[in-house]
């Protein structure tokens, strides 16, 4: 398999994720999380009692956080600088407060330099919102992965219950419509479809069908 760049961008809670990482172990590619960078400065910005959205400070933030990823089973680990974050970046403070920090010129002019450099030698699935437009605009392979606001909902409450997480499908829903919002609507690297895109709506779809529909896609593309 030539080492190309596969980019898998969408609305949250979409599958992005689970089905970035299977795609990647399948090829043997590195996978590379790009809201988990986000999630990341977000959490250092807490921590550090940052304004979210103090761009310069912001700017200063992130000249003194590494975000590393560490290959494990059943998924990789996050670190920023030598403390673990895997599971203190997937709370909801955090998830709704990340659309104001990854709106932060300087912390997307920072991040898209890094998911480059990360991208540079190819072999890599990554998934985020700006991939294909903003960070890989000649990644050989471009998916855009939607679902209804219900499913993405209904996903991740059913995420929540393993987590002990009990907010109420409707709350959920409106959360993910406002997120939607604020990611398609911000100045800089709004998610939208690239054009070289190729659209799978995963609604109906299990994970195994999704994989297989970007594994067909990733073969058309590549012979
Ligand atoms: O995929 P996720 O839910 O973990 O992403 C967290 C947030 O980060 C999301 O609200 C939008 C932002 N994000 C972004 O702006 N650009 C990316 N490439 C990835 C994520």
Do not use: W
Not at 19 to 42: E, N, P, W
Not at 46 to 64: C, G, I, R, S
Not at 88 to 100: D, F, H, Q
């Amino acid at each position: 398999m030539k080492k190309i760049q596969v980019a898998i961008d969408g609305p949250a809670s979409a599958g992005k994720s689970t089905v970035a990482k299977i795609v990647a172990k399948k090829l043997h590619f590195i996978y590379c999380d790009t809201g988990a960078m986000y999630r990341s400065v977000t959490f250092a910005a807490l921590k550090n009692h940052v304004k979210l959205d103090d761009d310069q400070a912001l700017k200063e933030l992130l000249k003194t956080i590494q975000i590393r990823f560490v290959p494990a089973e059943p998924e990789q680990r996050v670190f920023v600088n030598d403390e673990e974050v895997t599971q203190a970046i997937r709370t909801p403070e955090i998830t709704n407060n990340v659309s104001l920090v990854s709106a932060q010129p300087s912390v997307r002019a920072e991040l898209t330099k890094r998911q480059q450099e990360i991208a540079e030698a190819g072999g890599i699935v990554m998934d985020g919102r700006d991939i294909g437009t903003t960070v890989l605009p000649n990644a050989e392979v471009k998916i855009f992965l939607v679902a209804s606001v219900h499913e993405r909902a209904v996903r991740r409450f059913k995420e929540n219950q393993i987590k002990g997480i009990d907010t109420p499908l409707d709350v959920l829903e409106k959360e993910i419509e406002e997120r939607d919002y604020k990611d398609s609507h911000r100045e800089i690297s709004p998610l939208i479809q690239a054009k070289d895109a190729v659209l799978v709506d995963t609604t109906s779809l299990t994970i195994d069908q999704v994989v297989d529909k970007i594994l067909e896609i990733i073969d058309q593309k590549t012979n």
